[in-house]
């Protein structure tokens, strides 16, 4: 366990047992910014996790200890419900404290521990982790089912940090199932699971840096989401989000649809496919084709999606020309964070020689590795 009870004890030098909750981060395999247009995704739970200690506490507060950060925040519980966000890390965990006390899930005072092997900013999902360890941590005993938990984790992230995300990270960290990744069908919140091959390692690959684009630009692709959407409907009004076009439908209306947003509707539509396509490929251990797909999609979001960035399109690039790699893609929503990568298992240890030397001498600094295995959802740690 990445957190023990005595530095929580320690810190808010409390006399009770502190209770301790995890929830993974995810590397998404493949369908990115494909969620908040209701398609599919196709991520895995990771054993990263964020771990949130609780301790009941006679102040009127609720003090929350980022032990990352290595900051500390108060509210008062009775001040929750018309809090504003403050635009900074203690925002995620205040919003989601927000919503579970407007859903009849009155807030306690207490005092929460947060740490967390998640790397933050990375595309793996730090922030989903730290809103549902903390759901978990503020509900205790108290039942709320598991879609209604990655529902509020995502409302506390769209509506009170303000990132208009889809549900992927929170559903991922709730439902993530050791052994297989999640196809998650993001209108209906089902997922079954994708068993992938023994005979491949999935290898995420941290390029240390994050462009500040991120809000803003996310924003805008929601934007250009919907204009697509309303373009389509002139023609097809059934159509209510991307998810409803098929790969065919669009090829032959496209060019009816304004040029910046038929590229981001290409590339949802496209993605989309290609979660289908790789999770066949993936059950019928078609290495070469999740590989093919993996970089189609890079390519979809470096081009038409356009959230790519220079040192990201380099680790792709660099790696797809390793022996034994099978394939290679940006993971996450974009400009920065991760790439993942399918890998021969034999050949791992040269690929990330490989890579990260040639990253540090281009760039001047080491890219992380970490080896992904399918991890369990969130818990009781
Ligand atoms: P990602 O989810 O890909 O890691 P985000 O930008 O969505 O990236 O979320 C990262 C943010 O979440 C951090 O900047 C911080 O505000 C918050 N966060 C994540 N983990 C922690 C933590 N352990 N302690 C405090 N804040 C955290
Ligand atoms: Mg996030």
């Given at each position: 366990m990445a957190l023990l009870p005595g530095e929580v004890v320690a810190r808010f030098s409390g006399s009770a047992e502190p209770v301790i909750y995890r929830a993974p981060g995810r590397v998404n395999l493949i369908g990115e910014h494909t969620d908040y247009n209701l398609g599919f995704v196709l991520p895995i739970a990771l054993d990263m996790a964020c771990y949130t200690a609780i301790l009941p506490a006679d102040h009127s507060c609720l003090r929350i200890y980022s032990r990352d950060m290595d900051r500390e925040f108060c509210i008062g519980v009775a001040e929750l419900t018309f809090a504003k966000p403050r635009g900074e890390w203690s925002d995620y965990v205040v919003g989601v404290a927000r919503e579970l006390a407007t859903a009849g899930f009155p807030i306690e005072p207490c005092d929460l521990y947060i740490a967390s092997d998640v790397p933050a900013g990375a595309g793996l999902s730090s922030s989903a982790a730290l809103e549902i360890a903390t759901a978990m941590a503020l509900l205790g005993e108290r039942r709320m089912g598991r879609i209604e938990i990655a529902r509020l984790g995502q409302r506390a992230e769209s509506q009170f940090v303000g990132m208009p995300c889809g549900i992927m990270d929170q559903y991922a960290a709730v439902f993530g199932h050791s052994g297989a990744a999640l196809k998650i069908?993001?209108?209906?919140l089902e997922h079954e699971y994708v068993q992938l091959p023994e005979n491949v390692r999935i290898i995420a690959v941290n390029s240390m840096v994050k462009h500040e684009l991120g809000t803003s630009a996310y924003r805008q692709r929601v934007a250009e989401c919907q204009e697509a959407v309303a373009a389509i409907r002139k023609s097809d009004p059934h159509v209510q989000s991307l998810r409803d076009v098929t790969l065919e439908r669009f090829q032959a209306i496209e060019a009816t649809i304004p040029e910046i947003a038929r590229r981001r509707a290409r590339h949802v539509i496209s993605d989309n496919r290609r979660v289908v396509d790789f999770s066949a490929a993936a059950r019928s251990g078609d290495l070469a084709e999740m590989g093919r797909l993996f970089v189609a999609s890079h390519r979809s979001m470096q081009h038409?999606?356009?959230?790519?960035?220079e040192e990201i399109d380099f680790l792709v690039d660099t790696a797809i020309e390793i022996p034994g790699v099978y394939g290679a893609r940006m993971t996450g929503g974009g400009f920065g964070g991760c790439t993942v990568n399918l890998v021969a298992p034999e050949a791992v240890a040269n690929f990330e020689q490989h890579l990260g030397a040639a990253y540090q001498e281009w760039y001047g600094k080491a890219p992380a590795f970490y080896e992904c295995r399918p991890a369990e959802g969130a818990s009781r740690a």
């Open positions: 069908d993001c209108r209906s038409d999606y356009e959230i790519s960035c």
